[in-house]
């Protein structure tokens, strides 16, 4: 088993991005290379900077890595709320999304606490 694997936020954010990718899935064709694209690689990027953050060898540069997760979460929920604008995504859709991004927030947010300590 790797390190990663044994992080249960990192676990959280796997299921943030099949959720995302799920989301996506039936979002207009036109917009599959700009909004689905970004959206999908931004919920990637968060499980992809926890792993490589706990491939580092301080506590420090890990923190550093979760911080970027958290940066690729955020940018999930601003596109998110693009789409749920543009009417790709319904309100309750949008709602069950940015609460887990919230839930998976928090997560973040204490590892990176964890880290500083």
Do not use: C
Request: no cysteine; charged share 20%; net charge neutral.
């Amino acid at each position: 088993m790797f390190q990663f694997e044994k992080f249960d936020v990192w676990h959280r954010a796997t299921a943030f991005a099949s959720q995302v990718y799920a989301l996506t899935a039936d979002f207009p064709s036109d917009g599959r290379f700009g909004l689905t694209s970004q959206m999908r690689r931004a919920a990637i990027s968060i499980s992809s900077n926890i792993t490589e953050g706990s491939s580092r060898t301080s506590d420090a540069d890990f923190s550093r890595f979760v911080q970027i997760a958290y940066g690729s979460l955020m940018e999930v929920v601003s596109q998110a709320a693009i789409a749920n604008k543009q009417t790709f995504i319904s309100d309750d859709a949008y709602a069950e999304l940015y609460q887990s991004a919230d839930e998976l927030g928090r997560m973040l947010s204490g590892l990176k606490s964890r880290l500083s300590k």
